[in-house]
């Protein structure tokens, strides 16, 4: 592990999948010792990115153990004239292995507070919604702008809809998404918000004006400052609430 700076350790790591695959992260965490919550950042289809190992770095600058795992460790980073072809060959249940491996090995460390938060952009946070509907390792989840979240081919590899799958929510949610987006649509994210009231979950959900999909990643021409400064503080407000010891 890398020492960067004065308070914080970071580097690329492997970690054990409940597959038993080492899949490749970055991790970072506060260089003191303590008790600290941990987050898991998850990658979008084009794979892990210098934004996602930012994101990471920015959370254990805050007091997290941080990782952000390389969901395409078997295959490698895919070009983009390749990202959806090989973001949709990836099974679903690979994903949850590999992000329920991070979970654990963030519980296994010494400075771990045993609490685990998960999140996600785009692809990675129809992964985050569908982790907290599948795993007893997350303990609260933000889902920013998760796409093909309803309405999608049922496949092998793909076989249920996150949409399906939120009766089996087992923690708080953070649900945030842009009017101008269209994947999802804000249709379907009021279907969301219609499924967390149906079951009864403990969630936030929120709908930025002037903003689309991606609207967080602040290299891309999506971004937008407000509604991305705006759903930090939530973030870590969020987080504050539902990870602490």
């Keep these: ?7 914080l350790e970071t580097g690329m ?3 054990a999948s409940r597959d038993g695959t080492m899949i490749d992260a970055l991790y970072s965490r506060p260089a003191e ?3 600290y919550p941990a987050v898991i ?8 990115m210098d934004h996602h190992k930012d994101i990471a770095v920015r959370f254990a600058g805050r007091g997290f153990l941080a990782i952000a795992p390389d969901l395409y460790t078997r295959e490698g980073t895919p070009e983009p004239e390749n990202v959806l072809a090989t973001l949709f060959a990836s099974p679903d249940s690979r994903a949850m292995d590999d992000l329920d491996g991070a979970a654990l090995f963030l519980k296994s460390q010494a400075h771990s507070n045993g609490k685990v938060g998960i999140i996600g952009f785009c692809s990675g946070g129809r992964y985050t919604l569908m982790m907290a509907c599948h795993s007893s390792n997350i303990d609260a989840a933000v889902d920013s702008a998760g796409g093909h979240i309803a309405d999608q081919e049922i496949t092998d590899l793909r076989p249920v809809n996150p949409i399906d799958m939120v009766s089996g929510l087992s923690c708080p949610l953070l649900a945030l998404f842009g009017i101008e987006d269209q994947n999802p649509t804000p249709e379907q994210a009021e279907r969301l918000k219609a499924e967390l009231d149906k079951h009864g979950k403990t969630y936030e959900w929120v709908m930025y004006d002037n903003a689309g999909h991606a609207f967080f990643a602040d290299y891309r021409p999506s971004y937008r400052a407000a509604p991305a400064q705006d759903m930090w503080h939530r973030v870590l407000e969020f987080y504050g609430k539902h990870l602490s010891a």
């Design 33 to 35: 010792p303590g008790n």
């Design 13 to 15: 790591i492997q970690y």
């Design 41 to 48: 950042v998850t990658m979008e289809g084009m794979g892990l």
């Design 1 to 7: 592990m890398v020492l960067a700076g004065q308070q």
